[in-house]
């Protein structure tokens, strides 16, 4: 996760934030304003994985204004929130590893999916790395995606019929029609 500088929201000043609310209530206005936070702070930063055991290492889950950092089993539980709405998934089955997609995976295939069209790229080749690297995608929010996310993007839009992904040897790609 790469540091930058981050509009942090009134909560993470606030050291309570930072230790799970035992009152349902209270805790659900906690753990949705930790899911917002934490999509804005990827979205912002482009982060695509959070790695758990690695997490208070950053200023994300750890304040040191204040002092407070968020324990691994509220992150994790947090993360697993966050996959029950398509915002997240586990990378590895200890949940240590995790996929963030601030935009879900259908969100980033139908933004894609518009970018190949309105460029006239349809009915083309595209490597994986002109898609999200090339000149062509600079000022696309998903320019610079991580390849494990783009793919499981692109076989959303394989299962629509919108493109064929193609894995050779020395070439990764995909063919929008």
Request: charged content about 25%; aromatic content about 12%.
């Amino acid at each position: 996760m790469s540091e930058v500088e981050i509009d942090w929201p009134w909560q993470y000043s606030f050291p309570p934030f930072f230790t799970l609310q035992p009152h349902p209530e209270t805790r659900h206005k906690q753990v949705a304003a930790w899911k917002s936070l934490i999509l804005a702070y990827c979205q912002k930063t482009k982060t695509y994985i959070i790695d758990v055991r690695e997490a208070t290492q950053f200023s994300l889950f750890n304040n040191s204004a204040i002092n407070r950092k968020l324990e691994h089993n509220v992150i994790v539980s947090i993360l697993s929130e966050l996959q029950k709405t398509g915002n997240a998934a586990a990378v590895d089955k200890a949940k240590n590893r995790w996929e963030i997609y601030w935009h879900t995976l259908e969100e980033w295939a139908s933004m894609i999916y518009e970018y190949v069209s309105n460029s006239g790229m349809q009915n083309t080749v595209l490597t994986l790395y002109e898609l999200v690297h090339g000149e062509n995608s600079n000022g696309e929010e998903f320019n610079g995606m991580q390849q494990e996310v783009l793919l499981k993007v692109l076989k959303v839009l394989e299962r629509e019929r919108k493109c064929e992904v193609i894995v050779e040897d020395d070439m990764q790609g995909a063919k929008f029609f």
